[in-house]
């Protein structure tokens, strides 16, 4: 299971334990003004990060931050999925409702007025072609402040975004992948042989170097600490 890092303590656990352990790291506060979030990838489950943010967030911000930190290649559509509720990105009161009687809405409402802190989960989509999903859920809620938060963290403060109301926590660590070819780690993919060839078009430096003569047009991506590496045209 994958290993990550507490950026309040600078201590180790998994992605169970993370859970358990920023309840405990976190300092006492009662109150629901800032969210405690994990979200993780929905199919690349490997990669997760924990959020606090202001209960007056937008999903907006929110929306930005995961951007920035995890997801922007093409300036693609995104959406979060509240219930039986489309929060989407870009957003027009002219669309009609979509199937399933469920309605879009803009991203522009805070996120403590559309989600319960109680355990909630709710899913996140970018882009609707190439799509990168994520799944989101409150893990708990507390009165703690967003600025006091950023002050503790052992990480650089310019991975988070507390003006917006978000401090990153945690995060996992890179996972390990394995060159398709000498089994080394991998620094890149061909996207042209990622389909026909799965993980075996993985591939550290030295081999990336001879994959020239193998294939056709190779085009290559680097691999990155995110559920979009290798996708679209992501490069961190």
Request: proline letters at 6%.
């Amino acid at each position: 299971m994958t290993q990550g890092d507490c950026h309040l303590c600078g201590e180790p656990y998994t992605k169970r334990g993370m859970s358990r352990h920023l309840r405990a790291c976190l300092p006492d506060s009662p109150g629901d003004s800032t969210l405690h979030l994990r979200i993780a990838g929905a199919r690349r489950t490997d990669y997760w990060i924990h959020l606090a943010v202001a209960a007056d967030t937008t999903l907006a911000a929110l929306d930005a931050f995961l951007r920035r930190f995890w997801l922007e290649c093409c300036g693609h559509m995104s959406a979060f999925e509240i219930g039986s509720v489309w929060y989407e990105k870009p957003h027009s009161e002219d669309e009609p409702s979509i199937g399933l009687g469920a309605t879009r809405r803009s991203m522009d409402v805070p996120i403590g007025s559309v989600v319960e802190p109680d355990d909630e989960e709710f899913a996140y989509q970018y882009d609707f072609g190439t799509t990168t999903a994520l799944e989101v859920r409150v893990v708990d809620a507390g009165g703690w402040s967003v600025d006091a938060l950023a002050d503790r963290l052992t990480e650089d403060p310019a991975r988070n975004d507390d003006e917006a109301g978000i401090v990153l926590l945690a995060r996992n660590r890179p996972p390990e992948v394995d060159c398709g070819v000498c089994g080394d780690p991998a620094m890149q993919v061909c996207t042209t042989c990622l389909h026909e060839r799965g993980p075996d078009a993985w591939l550290c430096a030295s081999c990336a170097s001879d994959h020239e003569g193998d294939c056709a047009r190779p085009t290559y991506l680097p691999y990155v600490n995110s559920p979009r590496t290798g996708v679209c045209g992501y490069t961190g």
